[in-house]
């Protein structure tokens, strides 16, 4: 059973920057590959980006290329995001995901994922 707890939410302005946090509770996070998801109020939870095993493969949801960067450090058993030039659409709870099935192939649905933290909510300000 993997623990998963997110951390580095909070309000901040649009064009500001936030760094998430997943810290996870088991050395075999790092044979996992591992998302960010997010989930607005009314809306479906959305891939944000994920990243395999070692990092060596990503993905990013179309709004969020080029301005949000997945990464993880496997001897701390941590996965990050960092979010740069966040616009109020960026407003959301943000969930740390796990799949604890494949370490090289990437899932882009939330069903694909068998672990998950308990958010974190970002909101944005215009």
């Known amino acids: 059973q993997v623990q998963l707890v997110e951390s580095g939410g909070g309000l901040v302005q649009a064009g500001g920057s936030l760094r998430l946090s997943c810290a996870a509770s088991?050395?075999?996070?790092?044979?996992?590959?591992m998302g960010w998801f997010r989930q607005a109020p009314g809306k479906e939870r959305e891939l944000v980006a994920t990243i395999t095993w070692n990092g060596g493969r990503t993905y990013y949801a179309d709004s969020v290329k080029g301005r949000f960067t997945i990464s993880r450090d496997n001897a701390k058993n941590t996965l990050y995001l960092q979010m740069n030039s966040l616009k109020p659409e960026d407003t959301a709870a943000y969930y740390c995901a796990a799949d604890s099935r494949h370490s090289r192939v990437v899932g882009t649905t939330p069903g694909n994922y068998d672990y998950w933290g308990q958010g974190t909510q970002v909101t944005v300000s215009s």
């Open positions: 088991e050395g075999t996070f790092s044979n996992y590959v």
